[in-house]
């Protein structure tokens, strides 16, 4: 059973506070995403990284950055947390090569930034 | 750039009906996937159907089937039969076909489906 595992589902931060985002595949994918959940708004890409110790901007990138030192473990980072960081974060991933496009997810950060 | 439009943001069906669920997209590409995803209350989300740009056939999966329609870029999603598990969150999404390249997934902004018993 693949599976996605985000290392939190509530997170309540203060403002201005370094954040750490885990989240670990165990599917041995080479893609793993970071997208951003909001209401009415969807799903909007932050970064992407294709593998080890590579990353590429996504829409979104401001106020964030990522880390990918091991094939299953993607981290987002928020270096200081602001209020308009209160969002619900995904992450994915999904393997190279045409017949395998569908992305799995994990189950999702609810983070509140106070 | 890919644009994914969903321009319903909730639906209601009743149980055992049949509802559609509408999706256009804005793309120059001419290799490429749609897909549907549903996220539950649980927010977990799950691949519901898949739609390769290439194939004329309309992708169907059980209950649930697509009316692809590549000259007008729309990709709407039927499903029969509603039941109450399909109380969800359903969003259309968009990826580019890079031959010997990675690609992303572009969302729309989703539609909440209400299956009313």
């Known amino acids: 059973d693949v599976k996605v595992t985000q290392s939190s589902r509530y997170l309540v931060k203060r403002t201005g506070e370094k954040v750490f985002l885990e989240c670990v595949q165990d599917m041995d994918h080479e893609n793993m995403f970071w997208y951003r959940q909001d209401p009415g708004l969807g799903l909007r890409l932050i970064y992407f990284s294709y593998d080890v110790k590579m990353k590429e901007k996504g829409d979104i990138p401001e106020g964030y950055s990522v880390s990918r030192e091991k094939k299953e473990r993607f981290s987002l980072i928020l270096e200081s947390a602001s209020t308009n960081q209160t969002s619900m974060y995904l992450c994915a991933s999904s393997s190279f090569g045409q017949m395998n496009t569908e992305a799995f997810f994990g189950q999702g950060t609810r983070l509140t930034v106070v | 750039a890919q644009t994914v439009t969903q321009s319903q943001p909730e639906m209601s069906v009743q149980e055992a009906e049949t509802v559609t669920l509408s999706c256009t997209y804005d793309?120059?590409?001419?290799?490429?996937?749609l897909f549907w995803y549903k996220q539950p209350p649980s927010r977990q989300m799950i691949l519901v159907i898949r739609q390769e740009a290439y194939k004329q056939q309309n992708a169907t999966e059980n209950r649930f089937s697509v009316n692809f329609q590549k000259a007008a870029k729309s990709f709407s999603l039927k499903i029969s039969d509603s039941q109450l598990g399909d109380t969800a969150m359903y969003f259309c999404?968009?990826?580019?076909?890079?031959?010997?390249?990675?690609?992303?997934?572009?969302f729309g902004k989703g539609i909440t489906l209400s299956v009313r018993p």
């Open positions: 999404a968009f990826m580019k076909h890079i031959p010997g390249a990675n690609s992303k997934l572009t």
């Open positions: 793309t120059s590409e001419n290799n490429y996937y």
